[in-house]
């Protein structure tokens, strides 16, 4: 049965970020049979399921990733990449949907070319949702938070009205309340965060995730997937199973607000 989706799930983790994750476990674990995970291949927006999204997995290794500031280009050019926060959110509004979910969303840090992650200026212009756990543990958390606070997005938690980090424990930082039923308009921010009794406690991972992107940087490779590779190894595969499952909360949280 074709169902027609009311959010669209980021690709950008599911492809190039869960190193522990295998194809089989993934499709296993995955909640959803309808169409709900999009990314964009030869220059096409592709809204597939799971299984269909595994066919496009495959090719990990040929695929970029393509957030806002490169969406239409890589659409017009007939490129083939997994979709960021940002990148959904565009490919959202271009098929009239919603909610974007992800797990952990950029922000401001010192990652070569995203000083300024194109997700907070794609919160703070467009008329789309984003529902995510945390901005990531390599960035600056508290300064992203302030952004966007600036910027008059609305930030609302999940029973909580601060945020004190991903996929480890940090400073509470406050954001506008706890969420309770407030309307989905644009400028919107939903924070999901990961329970602290299931967060990693090695708070030195971090900088060694975060020396790995750097060389990654150097080496003329993408960041995140060399930190989230880090995180992984350091974690003995705990923070790839972390982060499936607070997409796949956040993604459930989605689909009870667009009932």
């Known amino acids: 049965m074709n169902i027609e989706t009311k959010f669209l799930v ?18 296993e674990l995955w909640p959803w049979e309808h169409r709900c995970i999009a990314w964009v291949d030869r220059g096409e927006i592709i809204i597939g399921n799971i299984k269909e999204f ?40 271009e098929k009239g949907i919603h909610i974007a979910v992800t ?30 756990t945390s901005p990531k543990d390599v960035i600056d958390i508290e300064g992203t938070i302030k952004w966007l606070l600036e910027h008059n997005v609305s930030i609302w938690g999940k029973d909580t009205d601060t945020i004190d980090g991903f996929m480890l424990t940090g400073k509470p930082i406050k954001i ?3 969420y309770d ?4 308009k644009g400028r919107t921010l939903l924070l999901n965060p990961i329970p602290h009794e299931m ?4 708070l030195t991972i971090i900088e060694k995730a975060k020396n790995a992107g750097k060389e990654a940087e150097e080496r003329g490779q993408y960041y995140h997937p060399a930190a989230n590779a880090m995180i992984d190894r350091l974690s003995f595969g705990k923070s790839s199973e972390m982060q499936l499952n607070s997409l796949i909360e956040n993604s459930i949280w989605a689909n009870e607000l667009t009932r």
Request: net charge negative.
């Open 199 to 202: 967060r990693l406690k090695d």
């Open 176 to 178: 506008t309340g706890k």
């Open 10 to 27: 980021e690709t950008a983790l599911l492809t190039h970020g869960l190193k522990s994750i295998d194809n089989e476990t993934l499709v």
């Open 181 to 184: 039923g407030q309307p989905l």
């Open 54 to 93: 595994i066919g496009f997995r495959n090719r990990a290794e040929e695929l970029i990733r393509i957030d806002k500031d490169i969406f239409m280009e890589s659409c017009n050019n007939g490129i083939s990449g997994a979709l960021t926060a940002s990148g959904t959110m565009m490919a959202a509004r």
């Open 103 to 132: 797990a952990g969303m950029g922000g401001i840090g010192d990652i070569v070319g995203e000083e300024l992650c194109a997700d907070l200026p794609a919160i703070a212009t467009m008329d789309i949702t984003l529902i995510a």
